[in-house]
């Protein structure tokens, strides 16, 4: 039983750490985004990104959406 329990918290921990890694991963694409030169970055797209991101901490949206809503601007 003591075993059940300790896979669970080693869940929950994993689970943590790859949410702290998505919201890192988030804030370094929005600093390259934003090292990158006005003419560069499309204003639309870069002022969803920052909705994106806001929504993600305060309403708990994906922060896998955001990521890929991100790279997909950076491809562009």
């Known amino acids: 039983m003591a075993e059940a329990a300790n896979y669970s918290a080693i869940i929950k921990r994993i689970e943590k750490i ?38 993600t901490e305060k309403d708990g949206i994906s922060g896998r959406d955001a990521i890929k809503l991100l790279e997909s601007s950076l491809e562009e």
């Open 18 to 55: 790859e949410r702290d890694l998505e919201e890192l991963k988030l804030e370094l694409l929005r600093r390259e985004m934003e090292s990158k030169p006005a003419e560069e970055i499309d204003e639309e797209a870069y002022r969803e990104i920052l909705r994106k991101a806001e929504e």
